[in-house]
T-cell receptor, first 111, second 112 residues
């Protein structure tokens, strides 16, 4: 079965700094999703990537999928306290539409 | 903006009791899902539902679990006889034609 490894597990950055979160898959990714989860709350959809080399941006967040479609990165530029939360990568499973998730990266942005 | 809603937000129950978690998916979506997240662990898939039947389920989704779409708007997850290990956050999600799943805010279930 597919395993998604996220790194780092947790991250503390100063407001205004850039940061990158990585998601590595044990298998080829056919659909890679990034979600943000505030502590104890639901998952908020950020972006979806499907094609090798694809890159998408929304506000200060950029997500990329590598050419081999086994690794994705999420980059936040000029971080703000509102970016704090847990970032989850999810991928389409071997069959159907079930999503497999990584364990998440916990981000704290300090003033 | 359309969103998935879930009720109740919190549920406390005694071991062995039945619970029903409710979800209202986004109105024009056709695919519905339940996931759970045990405290400190990753989000795990339970079941997907399409065209009034289960399309996929995980090993977690055993005979104690069932899903139903009793009317045109609600989607429910029933746990027949709750166990301590069923304590978790349960998320409902729905998707339309583009496969992106939109999640609800979750129901926190505590089994005592």
């Amino acid at each position: 079965s597919q395993e998604l490894e996220q790194s780092p597990q947790s991250l503390i950055v100063q407001e205004g700094k850039n940061l990158t979160i990585n998601c590595t898959s044990s298998k080829t990714l056919y659909g890679l999703y990034w979600y943000k989860q505030k502590y104890g709350e639901g998952l908020i959809f950020l972006m979806m990537l499907q094609k090798g080399g694809e890159e998408k941006s929304h506000e200060k967040i950029t997500a990329k999928l590598d050419e081999k479609k086994q690794q994705s990165s999420l980059h936040i530029t000029a971080s703000q306290p509102s970016h704090a939360g847990i970032y989850l990568c999810g991928a389409d499973g071997d069959s159907g539409y079930a999503l497999n998730f990584g364990k998440g990266t916990s981000l704290l942005v300090t003033p | 903006e359309p969103e998935v809603t879930q009720t109740p937000s919190h549920q406390v129950t005694q071991m062995g009791q039945e619970v029903i978690l409710r979800c209202v998916p986004i109105s024009n979506h056709l695919y519905f899902y339940w996931y759970r997240q045990i405290l400190g662990q990753k989000v795990e898939f339970l079941v997907s539902f399409y065209n009034n039947e289960i399309s996929e389920k995980s090993e977690i989704f055993d005979d104690q679990f069932s899903v139903e779409r009793p009317d045109g708007s609600n989607f429910t997850l029933k746990i027949r006889s709750t166990k301590l290990e069923d304590s978790a956050m349960y998320f409902c999600a729905s998707s339309g034609g583009d496969e992106t799943q939109y999640f609800g805010p979750g129901t926190r279930l505590l089994v005592l």
